[in-house]
């Protein structure tokens, strides 16, 4: 790949995808070097799971058992009305992956569990992004927004769905699907009330509110709610809240409680705008995209899982690239998207009229969203149900054997 002894690798992105595929690069022989535009690691963030392929990754990383250690504590999912009638329940299950995973951990901790297994090997640099990189032949040459320039061999991102470094540099081979939600995240203080379900309240005017539990002793929400038109996420926080307010007002159980305490805890609250990133390829030249900023795939339960899967293949593929005569970073390229692209395909695949199905306007609506969520928990038809409904359990990919992305195997010396 190039006449340095270990090839210098520019990964952006220090949440999930970047400290797994850096982790990954350092085994394979390559010098991975962090960047995270943050001034410091992020620990804010909302519950996220591990599916699928992700279960067999965290366990060739070693980092299962400080996974486990950190669990949010989540025994299951509850739907409730709006004056907190619960009228359809699934409880987490040992080795099973349902609306409530196996493996649930919050974001920060899950990153920082990355981070700690590359913090002694692998440069970090924060609060500096990407302004301009120019490639040629043999390598990237990249201009850094602190002023900074630096070459390196490629150049991975492996931001957010809304990267700016995708957005930089490949905005051509980008399409945004804008699936019309806005969804409000924060966290409140936990009462001696509260328990550890997941309780999922949807009611009218397209408003559905979410609180779930996390292993600080505090509670992680969200509300939710259909918008045609873009732009609520782009407003100033309290302009945010008074919006919520208005929209929320009368919708029942905790809302007002989880208001008052977005309001109380403002460095937590943030939103989003729902949708999809699809690109028509991962890479171009020596740039490569991995995780959210190739697939962001929305509200699908599969993020984390298709981050850790995509960040492991992709460092294998480099790896391989390394050894093989003859190899080159474009093969490995496009041996990591001819093996996961179908997979990623089908995870973006959301039922039709998703999310917006779930967030029903009217009484009737909403009369029709707990029938289906009362059959998506039956006893019986659950099975049925999940193999249909959950991304995992399609397409998944023969993960190919890289013994060097092993915990208990050494790094790989320079060659």
Do not use: C
């Amino acid at each position: 790949m190039t006449d340095r002894i270990r090839p210098r690798v520019l990964v952006t992105g220090g949440s999930i995808a970047g400290p797994a595929l850096a982790w990954g690069l350092l085994r394979e022989g390559f010098e991975p070097v962090v960047l995270e535009r943050s001034p410091r690691r992020r620990g804010a963030g909302q519950n996220i799971d591990i599916r699928g392929l992700g279960h067999e990754i965290v366990r060739r990383m070693g980092i299962r058992d400080a996974v486990l250690g950190r669990l949010t504590g989540e025994a299951g999912t509850r739907f409730i009305t709006d004056t907190g009638r619960v009228y359809a329940e699934v409880a987490r299950q040992e080795g099973q992956d349902g609306p409530t995973a196996e493996l649930e951990i919050l974001r920060g901790q899950l990153a920082d569990i990355l981070l700690d297994r590359i913090a002694d090997d692998v440069e970090i640099r924060y609060g500096d992004f990407v302004a301009g990189a120019d490639q040629d032949a043999t390598g990237v040459d990249v201009r850094f927004d602190s002023g900074r320039r630096e070459r390196f061999d490629l150049l991975l991102v492996a931001e957010g769905r809304s990267s700016r470094t995708r957005r930089l540099l490949l905005p051509e081979l980008t399409t945004y699907r804008d699936k019309g939600l806005n969804v409000a995240f924060g966290t409140i203080d936990r009462r001696p009330e509260d328990d550890d379900w997941w309780y999922f309240m949807t009611t009218t005017q397209g408003r559905v509110v979410n609180a779930r539990p996390d292993n600080l002793g505090t509670i992680r929400a969200s509300l939710s709610f259909p918008e045609r038109s873009a732009g609520f996420e782009a407003r100033p926080a309290a302009a945010q809240l008074e919006i919520l307010r208005e929209l929320f007002r009368g919708a029942g159980w905790k809302t007002e409680r989880i208001l008052a305490g977005f309001e109380a805890r403002p460095e937590e609250f943030y939103t989003d705008r729902w949708g999809q990133v699809v690109m028509s390829r991962w890479s171009e030249g020596r740039i490569g995209v991995v995780g959210d900023a190739a697939w962001g795939s929305g509200p699908t339960g599969m993020g984390t899982t298709l981050a850790l899967v995509g960040a492991h293949v992709l460092a294998g593929e480099l790896g391989r690239s390394r050894r093989e005569p003859g190899d080159t970073h474009t093969g490995a390229f496009a041996r990591y998207e001819q093996l996961l692209r179908r997979y990623v395909d089908r995870a973006q695949g959301l039922a039709p009229g998703m999310p917006r199905l779930m967030h029903p306007s009217t009484s009737a609506g909403v009369a029709v969203t707990r029938r289906l969520h009362r059959v998506m928990t039956s006893g019986t038809l659950r099975p049925v149900v999940e193999k249909l409904v959950i991304t995992t359990q399609r397409n998944e990919p023969r993960l190919p054997e890289y013994p060097r992305l092993r915990a208990q195997a050494p790094v790989s010396p320079a060659e």
